[in-house]
């Protein structure tokens, strides 16, 4: 017993302050740590050093308002994604009317002369701006018709099919009025249809007697503009989507209201532009 005491002596007295294990002093608060402050939920941030400001919490201590991003980036990726989606949807669908454009069946000056004996330029022009305006409302309603009831996976194509249905009303409109205005462009079939894909994207006439335009045939340039255009189409045949057969007649109203104010500009353009022989009578193609 006496030696056991001894080597106690010289161990020293049994309390905290031999031990190794860190302790809490008496009076400190619970779970502060040298270096670190302990703010309301748990968060350890470190203390402001000498000669620098302690950033400051909301609740007025000098604690930092530690706070996870994780939802904030979790949004940039998601706006990320939506954007790119849209872009690529405006692409395809560009991509679809470019593909489209030159196989648009024209009926050359001759065919609608035929077609329409004993009538002038301007009474063919009539006559084909009402069928156009006819068939573009009928792709309206057909779209409106089959969102009735709303599959909203299936709006996309909903859309690119009745964007891509009246583009092709549209370019076959605007190809046969440069026909009866005689301002058909030069060039085989595709690159008569890259000009007048680039007057349906301008909503302008061809101006034949210029033929820096007829040398964007698909350039960068045109190629934005065309998703411009595709991009106002879409925002403006949202409504065509509403259920319960309202959108068929919104879509078909819409797309007669547009293709009727194409027409329109197109033809006033070529009225301007009006070949010296032309006369009363049809002026002849240009070859």
């Excluded at 000498?50 to 930092?64: C, I, L, S, V, Y």
């Excluded at 560009?94 to 077609?115: F, K």
């Excluded at 698909?218 to 106002?232: A, F, N």
Aim: glycine share 12%.
């Amino acid at each position: 017993m006496a030696v056991d005491d001894a080597r106690d002596d010289e161990r020293g007295p049994h309390d905290q302050s031999a031990s190794l294990a860190p302790y809490a002093r008496e009076g400190a608060p619970r779970g502060r740590r040298r270096g670190l402050s302990l703010r309301r939920g748990g968060s350890r941030v470190p203390k402001a050093r000498h000669g620098q400001k302690a950033p400051q919490g909301q609740d007025g201590g000098e604690t930092a308002d530690v706070r996870t991003t994780a939802g904030d980036g979790r949004e940039g990726r998601d706006g990320k994604a939506g954007r790119g989606r849209t872009r690529a949807f405006f692409g395809f669908v560009a991509d679809r009317v470019i593909e489209t454009a030159p196989r648009v069946p024209v009926r050359d000056q001759e065919t609608l002369r035929r077609q329409f004996p004993g009538l002038g330029p301007e009474e063919i022009a009539d006559k084909l701006v009402t069928g156009a305006c006819v068939s573009s409302a009928t792709v309206g309603a057909g779209v409106g018709a089959a969102a009735m009831m709303p599959v909203p996976p299936a709006m996309p194509a909903e859309l690119a099919a009745e964007i891509v249905g009246v583009a092709t009303v549209e370019l076959k409109l605007i190809a046969e009025l440069h026909e009866v205005y005689g301002h058909r462009p030069p060039g085989n079939a595709t690159q008569r249809g890259t000009a007048y894909l680039s007057a349906w994207t301008s909503e302008r006439g061809i101006n034949v007697l210029k033929p820096a335009s007829l040398n964007a045939a698909l350039g960068g340039q045109m190629r934005r503009e065309l998703r411009q255009q595709i991009m106002k189409r879409t925002l403006r045949n949202l409504p065509n989507l509403t259920p319960f057969m309202i959108g068929a007649a919104v879509g078909a109203f819409m797309n007669r209201r547009d293709t009727a104010r194409l027409a329109a500009r197109v033809r006033t353009d070529l009225r301007k532009r009006a070949l010296p022989d032309g006369g009363d009578e049809a002026p002849r193609a240009l070859t």
